[in-house]
């Protein structure tokens, strides 16, 4: 990030790069509510961004990974 003149945003991209496969350890069904560590989590600045940067791996996936419906259920229980 600093080579290309972003240092300030490498922090946000690391934790972005970081987190993005978060929704795997979340084990969701459809119909269940968010834990308060989930809430607390949601509640970072950058969340709303992630939830785009986990909605663009999805749709690359080609149809071949649940992801997409883990990210759609997550940001519905979030009223997103």
């Known amino acids: 990030m600093p080579r290309l003149g972003l240092a300030d945003l490498a922090d946000d991209v ?3 790069v ?3 496969l978060f929704h795997f350890s979340w ?4 119909g269940d509510k968010l834990t308060r560590n989930q ?5 970072h600045p950058l ?4 939830l785009d940067v986990c909605a663009a791996d999805a749709a690359v996936s080609l149809g071949k990974s649940d992801k997409g ?3 759609s259920m997550i ?3 979030l009223g997103r």
């Open 47 to 50: 969340f709303p961004l992630l």
């Open 39 to 43: 809430r607390r989590f949601t509640k």
């Open 27 to 30: 084990h969701l069904e459809p």
């Open 69 to 71: 419906r883990t990210i």
């Open 18 to 20: 970081k987190n993005h």
């Open 75 to 77: 940001a519905e229980l």
């Open 14 to 16: 690391a934790w972005l």
